[in-house]
């Protein structure tokens, strides 16, 4: 399949993913949910965010500059640290979700009891390390798999958080689902890995020259996370741990999905070109940018100009201000269409 074929696989699924997650946020408004109980929801997605989303980044694009620089077999010992890594990880990241103490929660959101903690605790164990398998089916050239793979999964996700509320039942019933959906993403994940990667004698070389890679993308990307994070701190502070006011912050602070998920998936997509033959790949990141800019700034232009209009009518009244955080929101991913990241990423000149 020629490149723009790999990269429509992988912003097929990105883009999947976040309509998925703004579909249930429409719905859910929708569902007659209080808008402190959607506040609930969005605060489990920051604090998840906080303490994940940058080495998930990190060691996700150090897999994908190192996989082609390294024999078959290397690749398969790669794999299993890769899987084991992230399964360890997204443990530990479950622990502190699970087992926060109320201290730390009051400092990070303005509350002292985190809803649904447990349930989404067992939801982040097998959550995290699946975001892994759309990658690894790339690596291994199933493009069809990772679209009908990351399509179900975002169909999986809408239907387990806003089927029971619209139904009658009690929100906690829809994390009960996640963690179920999560458990057999990872089940998958894991069946996959012990048919494709070698689990036994695994090489401290190829984790080492992983994580040298990983490393400054996952500290870059921890500033970037920490500087979309503290807005969500700031309103919890201002507000006394309010989660109806973070619920309008959140809902208006979306960047456009078309923007991020196309972008995010053509840099990550484009990686494994560009470490192995950086000159001859140039031409196609000119093309796929300005492909990118023709997709995103008419767009842009339009839902700015009309937010006011169509915010209140899609979200609710209760979000209608939410609609000026997401016209400054709109700005950022004007810088999104250069992928400069990953040239740099793929160059090691971090």
């Known amino acids: 399949m020629a ?29 007659g949910l209080p808008a402190s109980h959607i506040g609930r929801y ?53 622990v502190v979700i699970g087992l926060m ?29 699946s975001l892994l398998f759309e990658y690894v089916l790339f690596l291994h050239g199933r493009y069809r798999s990772v679209v009908l793979y990351s399509t179900l999964n975002a169909l999986g996700w809408l239907a387990c958080l806003v089927l029971p509320p619209a139904m009658g039942y009690t929100f906690s019933l829809s994390f009960q689902l996640l963690a179920m959906l999560a458990s057999f993403r990872l089940l998958q994940l ?6 494709h990667a070698q689990l036994g004698n695994l090489r401290w070389d190829l984790l080492r020259r992983w994580l040298t890679i990983a490393a400054p993308i996952t500290g870059y990307a921890l500033l970037g996370i920490i500087n979309l994070s503290v807005d969500s701190w700031w309103i919890g502070q201002l507000y006394a741990g ?60 339009l839902l700015t100009a009309t937010s006011a209009y169509w915010y209140p009518w899609v979200f609710g009244a209760a979000f209608a201000e939410s609609a000026v955080i997401f016209n400054y929101f709109v700005l950022i991913g004007g810088s999104r269409v250069v992928l400069s990241l990953a040239l740099v990423t793929a160059t090691q000149m971090h």
Request: hydrophobic share 55%; charged share 10%; net charge positive.
């Open 3 to 31: 490149i723009l074929g790999q990269v429509g696989a992988l912003q097929w699924a990105q883009l999947v993913r976040q309509l998925g997650v703004l579909a249930t946020a429409v719905l859910l408004a929708r569902t």
């Open 42 to 94: 969005e605060l489990l997605q920051y604090l998840t965010a906080l303490l994940s989303a940058a080495w998930i980044s990190g060691l996700t694009q150090g897999l994908l500059t190192l996989w082609p620089k390294v024999s078959a077999a290397e690749q398969k010992n790669l794999l299993s640290w890769v899987v084991v890594s992230y399964s360890i990880l997204s443990l530990l990241v479950a």
């Open 101 to 129: 103490p109320s201290r730390l929660l009051q400092w990070l959101s303005g509350q002292e009891i985190l809803h649904y903690q447990r349930w989404f605790a067992l939801f982040l164990v097998g959550y995290l390390p």
């Open 190 to 195: 894991w069946i996959y890995t012990s048919r």
């Open 242 to 301: 309010d989660t109806a006011m973070l619920a309008v912050y959140r809902y208006g602070a979306r960047e456009i999905p078309l923007a991020t998920a196309l972008t995010a998936a053509a840099g990550a997509a484009l990686l494994p070109q560009l470490s192995g033959a950086l000159h001859e790949t140039l031409p196609l990141v000119r093309r796929q940018s300005a492909k990118l800019c023709h997709q995103f700034y008419p767009l842009a232009i």
